[in-house]
């Protein structure tokens, strides 16, 4: 399972709904921590208070203890907050009158003490206690109470303890859902703007993958509409002129190419009227032969230039019918080539002299390395369709497949062309297939031999 989306809108989101999700966690933290501070420090003021009277009660000769008076804590102004804090006792003996159960509370022992020395009361020393959280139910509101017993004691200068206690109302936190409901709302208008942003980022980058993807050898440089905002903008526009660039350079290349093809066969037609008057049979013969493999090579190199600027349009194809056609030609010359028993039927539209070529010079390679070649049309995942040779002759070290559709690279490595070509036939086929917006593979079989195939994409029109 893949967590982290390819997309960049999907990204930015994902990081957008990271960073809200962890900001509102710290805000709901921090939220909670100030709740409990300030409820603490209203208990610890009442506390203080009612020490405090009875402090000054004691010294006036006054009576205390028993039940005393409600007393208003800041943070509580509920009704039922007040009807519960009339409740407060007021005990006085040697020793905190803390109920069996309770646990220490330092936070409030400390609070009272700061409240008692804010209004300058003098007190030995302070300790709190609390009960665990008790939970009732309310006949008359019928809902659920949820309190703690608090007493807090302070040990006054003749040694006996004054223990203020009381049951407080424990407030139920709602601070979770209201957060839950803010980062909704928030994470909702977040995506929303984001998603807008990203599809205007989005949008435009999609175009210029698709033409970078769509950029075949010959085809006309049609410039990416420029859209979204000024950064992509200046990429689209530095795109555009690359492309134009690399369209000029190639047409620049192929005329080069063309003048220079032309420029050499008139001196080697005319060098080979001179090699017919030498009178050594032998000599004549080898020279003839020099001749013809320097022809062959040119024939080659204009080829593979052609093959980078076609001139052919692109045409309806039965590419089935295609293999058989020259399956057919290579067994009227008596050529191991056949046709596979089994494959598909499939229509593209393709320049279909140069898709030729490319077999041929595959069918070449094979019959010339491995003695034979069988031709098959097989479907491919996602609606591609491959044409493949295939032969059994000895195969290749795997470290040099990769090298074989590069110019002039040769499975045999002399060059002399009775054991092979110019090392030209790959490197045209490759580019012809890229041409068609496919792409040539070779592999070794198993069991021996190699399989060169083109896949051709779907129609994209």
């Not at 809108?9 to 966690?25: E, F, N, P, Y």
């Not at 006792?89 to 309770?102: A, H, Q, W, Y």
């Not at 769509?214 to 990416?224: C, S, Y």
Request: aromatic share 2%; net charge positive; charged share 25%.
């Amino acid at each position: 399972m893949r967590l982290w989306p390819r997309s960049l809108s999907g990204q930015l989101m994902l990081v957008t709904a990271i960073a809200l999700l962890v900001a509102q966690a710290i805000n709901l933290t921090l939220l909670v921590q100030a709740q409990r501070s300030e409820r603490v420090a209203s208990v610890a003021a009442g506390a203080a208070a009612q020490i405090a009277d009875t402090i000054d009660r004691l010294a006036l000769g006054l009576p205390v203890g028993g039940r005393g008076p409600g007393t208003n804590l800041r943070g509580l102004n509920e009704d039922e907050d007040a009807r519960l804090l009339r409740r407060r006792r007021i005990l006085i003996d040697s020793e905190p009158r803390f109920r069996p159960g309770m646990e220490d509370w330092p936070q409030l022992a400390t609070r009272v003490q700061g409240f008692l020395d804010d209004a300058n009361v003098d007190v030995r020393t302070v300790a709190a206690a609390r009960t665990p959280l008790e939970r009732r139910f309310d006949p008359v509101s019928r809902r659920e109470r949820v309190t703690v017993m608090v007493a807090a004691a302070a040990q006054i200068e003749d040694g006996r303890w004054i223990t203020v206690r009381a049951r407080m109302p424990v407030p139920q936190q709602r601070l979770g859902t209201g957060i839950i409901i803010q980062t909704i709302i928030l994470g909702l208008m977040l995506l929303v703007a984001l998603g807008f942003v990203a599809r205007r980022v989005r949008r435009p980058l999609a175009a210029l993958a698709k033409a970078a993807a769509d950029t075949r050898p010959g085809d006309a440089a049609q410039p990416v509409a420029e859209d979204g905002p000024e950064d992509v903008r200046a990429l689209i526009r530095a795109f555009n002129a690359m492309r134009g660039r690399i369209h000029s350079m190639l047409g620049e290349k192929d005329r080069m190419l063309g003048a220079v093809g032309h420029d050499l066969r008139t001196p080697l037609a005319s060098l080979r009227v001179r090699v017919e008057s030498v009178a050594d049979a032998r000599q004549r013969d080898a020279m003839i032969a020099t001749i013809e493999e320097m022809a062959a090579m040119l024939d080659d190199i204009l080829a593979l230039a052609r093959a980078g600027q076609p001139r052919e349009e692109r045409v309806e194809t039965d590419l089935a019918a295609l293999l058989a056609s020259v399956t057919e030609d290579y067994q009227a010359l008596d050529k191991p080539v056949s046709l596979a028993s089994e494959g598909v039927i499939a229509v593209r539209r393709v320049r279909p002299v140069a898709l030729r070529r490319a077999v041929r010079n595959l069918i070449d390679n094979a019959v010339a390395y491995g003695g034979s070649a069988t031709i098959g049309l097989n479907d491919v995942a996602g609606g591609s369709v491959a044409i493949c040779i295939t032969d059994r002759g000895p195969g290749i070290a795997p470290e040099r497949i990769a090298d074989l559709t590069q110019a002039f690279a040769r499975g045999e490595e002399s060059r002399n062309r009775e054991t092979g070509g110019s090392g030209l036939g790959l490197a045209i086929a490759r580019v012809i297939a890229d041409g068609e917006g496919g792409r040539l593979e070779i592999a070794n079989r198993e069991g021996g031999g190699l399989i060169a195939r083109i896949v051709l994409p779907p129609d994209q029109n």
